[in-house]
C-alpha cells in the first residue's frame, strides 16, 4: 500500500507542477499543500461511507480501504492552517488542503518536513456584477411547465420516448448534481414527487458550508427540472425516479475557491453513494486539474461524471467525462454527445 501510495503522490505532484509552470503565478494568495504521507490515521469505510458507495464498490471488486479515502494527518493539516491567513478546504484523494497565505508563510509552509509541494490556484477569471436570480424562479418554472409540448420534442430527437416505452426512470439510481443554487425545489409542484418520496438524499452548499441550498442562481434549479421534473403526471426529464444529491459549488465571479469547492463536492458525491455527477459548470484553462485528475480517479470507482456545455460542440474538458450540448427546438439542429478519454499517467 505505502508503495502504491508514493507513486499516486509522484504523478499528482508531478502534474501540478507542470500546470503551475504553464501558468500566471505571480501575485497568487490561493494555495494547494500537499502532504507527503497520511502517517497515523486510522479509517472505517463502513462509518465514512454510505451504504450505496459501498455497494457500488463492492459490485465493482473495488477495495473498500483504498489509501486515496483516508483522511488527513491532522497534526499535518493544523500545522499548516496555523500558518495560514484562512482554510479554504481539504482533498482526501490528493491528500492536500487549500489555504490563503502571504508570500512569506507560504514559504515556511513549503519549508515543513511533511508538506510535498505547494501549488498556486491560479484563475484568469475576472470578477464581474453577479446577481442572484431566484426571485422569479417559481414564474418560471411554471412558464417551463405550461410551454412543456417543446421539451417532449427535444426529448423525441434524443431518443427519450426509448426510455419512456421501457418504463426506465432512473429507479436505482443516485445523481449528483453541481450548480450556483436551487432555490424552489424545496417548494415547487414540479419537484413534490421527490420530496414526497424522500429522493433528495443530502444537500450541502459548499461556499456557505451547510446544508441549506435552496437559494441563490436558479440554474441548478432548472437543470433539476431537465433531469427531474415532473408536470402533474408528465414528465419534464427522463429520470424521475432518481434519487439526488444536490451540492451548491459556485457563487457567480468563478472566484479561486470554486476549484476547491468542486473538487470538495466531487468527493462529498462519491462518499454519498452517487452513480452519476451532473456538472453544468466550466472552468478556463487555469481551473482545469480538478476535473482532469478527478474523473480519472472517480471513473474507476463507477461514479461517472457528465458536464454540460451548453451550445459549446468541444470536447470536455474532463478525461474520462461525458459531455452533452444543447439541443434547440427545431429538430434539425439535433444533439452533440461527445466522450473525452485522456489515458492515466503512468508510473514512470
Known amino acids: 500500500m505505502l508503495i502504491t501510495w508514493k507513486f499516486k503522490m509522484k504523478k499528482i505532484i508531478a502534474f501540478f507542477l507542470f500546470f503551475a509552470a504553464m501558468s500566471q503565478i505571480d501575485a497568487q494568495d490561493y494555495y494547494w499543500v500537499f502532504f507527503k504521507d497520511k502517517a497515523a490515521v486510522t479509517?472505517?469505510?463502513?462509518a465514512y461511507f454510505d451504504t450505496k458507495a459501498i455497494e457500488r464498490r463492492l459490485n465493482n471488486g473495488l477495495s473498500l480501504n483504498d489509501s486515496t479515502d483516508f483522511p488527513l494527518n491532522e497534526e499535518y493539516k493544523n500545522k499548516t492552517v496555523a500558518l495560514s491567513d484562512e482554510f479554504v478546504g481539504e482533498t482526501r484523494w490528493f491528500n492536500a488542503v487549500a489555504v490563503a497565505a502571504s508570500a512569506e508563510n507560504i514559504t515556511r509552509i513549503s519549508s515543513l518536513p511533511f508538506v510535498a509541494a505547494v501549488v498556486p490556484?491560479?484563475?484568469e477569471t475576472h470578477c464581474a456584477s453577479y446577481e442572484d436570480d431566484n426571485l422569479d424562479i417559481m414564474e418560471q418554472l411554471d412558464t417551463y411547465m405550461e410551454n412543456s409540448n417543446t421539451l417532449y420534442r427535444q426529448l423525441e430527437v434524443m431518443g427519450g420516448n426509448e426510455f419512456l416505452n421501457n418504463g426506465?426512470?432512473?429507479?436505482?439510481?443516485?445523481?449528483a448534481v453541481f450548480d450556483g443554487g436551487f432555490p424552489g425545489v424545496d417548494q415547487h409542484p414540479c419537484f413534490a414527487h421527490l420530496r414526497d418520496s424522500n429522493r433528495i438524499i443530502k444537500t450541502w452548499?459548499?461556499?456557505?458550508?451547510?446544508e441549506d441550498v435552496y437559494g441563490w442562481n436558479s440554474h441548478g434549479t432548472m437543470v433539476l427540472s431537465c433531469i427531474a421534473g415532473k408536470n402533474?403526471?408528465?414528465r419534464l426529464g427522463l429520470a424521475t425516479g432518481a434519487e439526488f444529491l444536490l451540492?451548491?459549488?459556485?457563487v457567480g465571479p468563478e472566484p479561486k475557491k470554486e476549484e476547491v469547492w468542486w473538487m470538495q463536492a466531487v468527493e462529498w458525491a462519491d462518499k454519498n453513494g452517487a452513480d452519476v455527477i451532473n456538472s453544468s459548470l466550466g472552468y478556463g484553462n487555469s481551473l482545469i486539474w480538478p476535473p482532469q485528475r478527478v474523473c480519472?480517479?472517480?471513473t474507476p470507482w463507477a461514479t461517472r461524471p457528465m458536464t454540460n456545455r451548453g451550445r459549446c460542440l468541444s470536447p470536455p474538458p474532463m478525461p474520462t467525462a461525458f459531455s452533452l450540448s444543447a439541443v434547440l427546438?427545431?429538430?434539425?439542429?439535433?444533439?452533440?454527445?461527445s466522450a473525452h478519454t485522456v489515458p492515466p499517467l503512468t508510473d514512470a
Open 205 to 210: 452548499n459548499f461556499p456557505r458550508n451547510k
Open 43 to 46: 479509517f472505517d469505510p463502513y
Open 296 to 298: 480519472l480517479y472517480a
Open 247 to 250: 451540492a451548491r459549488t459556485e
Open 232 to 234: 402533474g403526471n408528465k
Open 329 to 337: 427546438t427545431h429538430k434539425q439542429c439535433g444533439i452533440s454527445i
Open 121 to 123: 490556484i491560479v484563475s
Open 168 to 175: 426506465i426512470d432512473g429507479h436505482g439510481i443516485r445523481v
